[in-house]
């Protein structure tokens, strides 16, 4: 099954006790409909976690993604968040039409 959601603001907080932070994706209703983990570059992304239902799925990306995704987020709209609970899950954020952010595959894929 595949679900989208519609990106409306976002919220990034970096961690006291180290880490590189989250990234925060909510909808129009401000509801987190996703979060991003950042890990250090040049490590393995582990498989996104979705909910059953795919009201709410992390994605992992690598620290050095973030300024890119940034950009995309301030400046592209409208930003669909795409899941997909096919194993081992897709977690996905796309700009376009809602039939645009579609995912042509569901292989793992975290971007």
Known sequence: MTKQ????QYHYAIDVGG???????????GRVVGE??????????????LDRDLSH??????????????????NEHPVYLVLDDE?????SL????????RPATAQGESS
């Open 5 to 8: 959601h519609r990106i409306a």
């Open 19 to 29: 880490g590189y932070g989250r990234l925060s994706l909510s909808d129009a209703e």
């Open 36 to 49: 991003i983990s950042f890990i250090e570059d040049g490590r393995a992304l582990p498989n996104p976690k």
């Open 57 to 74: 799925g992390i994605g992992f990306m690598a620290i050095g993604h973030m300024a890119p995704l940034v950009d995309m987020l301030r």
């Open 87 to 91: 194993p081992p899950g897709f977690f």
């Open 94 to 101: 796309r700009t376009g039409t809602p039939q645009e952010a």
